[in-house]
């Protein structure tokens, strides 16, 4: 699917996006289908990712040991590695973003059945780590 063609703004609120997913989800309603779905969404979206470096080859993943030895916290920070050498393709973009639109429907889906808004806690966290900054040390 490419999402340049979607006509949707960018800026879709949690509560939109929960709203749709209300209406859709008849299938796995149940809280015990929803949690075991962003269960298999997980695996799904790290899988998507190695298939990205084993069978595509157009990410690699070169990992060493983290380097804590600096002075400050905004040196460790600067000297962090992801550990991820090149640039998704454009197929391999396109099945990352379904698994995670897929793993966000879940856990939207998971928000509903518990009668929570997902906004709540994506301004909860982003408070969180506004206040404590680098401090957050996530
Ligand atoms: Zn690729």
Redesign the pocket.
């Known amino acids: 699917m490419d999402t340049n063609n979607i006509s949707i703004k960018k800026d879709l609120s949690c509560k939109d996006f929960q709203g749709q997913v209300e209406e859709v989800l008849i299938r796995h309603k149940s809280i015990l289908d929803i949690i075991t779905k962003l269960d298999e969404y997980t695996s799904r979206i790290n899988r998507a990712v190695i298939k ?1 470096v084993t069978s ?4 690699e993943i070169k990992a060493t040991k983290q380097d804590y030895s600096k002075d400050s916290l905004e040196e460790i920070k600067n000297n962090m590695k992801n550990h991820v050498e090149g640039k ?2 454009p ?2 973009e396109e099945i990352i973003q379904e698994e995670i639109g897929a793993y966000l429907f879940y856990l939207a889906a998971l928000c509903n059945a518990l009668d929570m808004d997902m906004s709540d806690a994506l301004l909860r966290e982003y408070s969180n780590i506004k206040a404590l900054g680098i401090f957050s040390l996530k």
């Open positions: 990205s595509c080859g157009c990410i998704l393709c197929s391999c």
